[in-house]
């Protein structure tokens, strides 16, 4: 069979990930891929938001270390893309970043439950303390909703992130999972199977199955992605989530290029 494209991958720019664009490549072809896309965090409007993006001076940097990759690869498709970060109130700045380079798609991703505090940053994990996870989670899906709602997004990037530590809900999440599809399905976009998950404290791929379900009852389209931080990780988990798709019912994923999605059997 042929791998499905692997969607969501880094670059050292991002200041926590390790290798060359050219090793992940290369890694991609030894593990059987035939196209990948780097979609590595994408500058905020201030650099000193946070420490782990590329700064914005740096992001032609990315581009070309990208169109290198591409030029030199034979056998592999290689797309250039963005994991943006949704933030109510970022709109403009991700509009200005959509215009910047002909990107191929871009992953809206909601890290940030509040300016402060990204839900799935090992240093930010104290702030769960003495939190409600349910509230937690209320906040990061209405987010979530609110990035599918906004239209600037192809994919929305690994849709339960909150459960990264394991500090989930009691109550029924289902209804917040709806909401945020609902929108999903009104605005068009494509959600990914993010495989980081398996490598994460929740030891499960990004989104749950009950999730998947739902999507899948909505015909959500679908990409794939293992978050590579590191060119070992290109590819990784795809057995298992080609067989999760598969399982709830998906038998075609979806691709990019300049922001067109096709799709192609899985
Ligand atoms: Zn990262
Ligand atoms: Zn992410």
Redesign the pocket.
């Known amino acids: 069979m042929s791998w499905p494209a692997d969607y969501?991958m880094h670059t050292p720019l991002c200041r926590h990930a390790s290798g060359r664009p050219a090793e992940y490549a290369a890694r991609a072809v030894a593990v059987g891929l035939t196209e990948i896309g780097f979609s590595d965090?994408s500058p905020m409007r201030r650099d000193d938001f946070d420490n782990w993006r590329m700064r914005f001076d740096q992001l032609d940097e990315y581009v070309e270390s990208v169109r290198r990759v591409q030029k030199d690869s034979t056998g592999l498709t290689v797309r250039l893309a963005l994991?943006i970060d949704y933030l109510p109130g970022h709109e403009d700045w991700i509009r200005e970043l959509a215009v910047r380079h002909p990107w191929d798609y871009l992953?809206g991703?909601v890290?940030y439950v509040s300016d402060s505090w990204a839900v799935?940053n090992p240093e930010d994990i104290a702030k769960w303390k003495g939190r409600d996870p349910y509230e937690v989670w209320a906040a990061y899906f209405d987010r979530l909703t609110e990035a599918a709602d906004s239209g600037l997004f192809d994919i929305i990037?690994?849709a339960d992130?909150p459960k990264k530590f394991r500090i989930c809900p009691k109550e029924d999440c289902g209804p917040l999972f709806n909401r945020f599809l609902e929108s999903a399905q009104k605005k068009n976009v494509a959600i990914e199977l993010?495989t980081?998950g398996l490598r994460k404290d929740c030891q499960e791929i990004y989104p749950s199955r009950a999730f998947l379900q739902l999507a899948a009852q909505r015909n959500i389209p679908i990409t794939f992605g293992s978050?590579a931080h590191a060119p070992v990780e290109v590819g990784s988990g795809f057995v298992e989530a080609v067989a999760l798709a598969r399982s709830v019912g998906y038998n075609r994923y979806c691709r990019f290029f300049k922001r067109r999605r096709t799709e192609s059997p899985l």
Request: no cysteine; charged share 25%; proline share 0%.
């Open positions: 969501h965090h994991e992953i991703s890290h799935d990037g690994h992130l993010n980081a978050d």
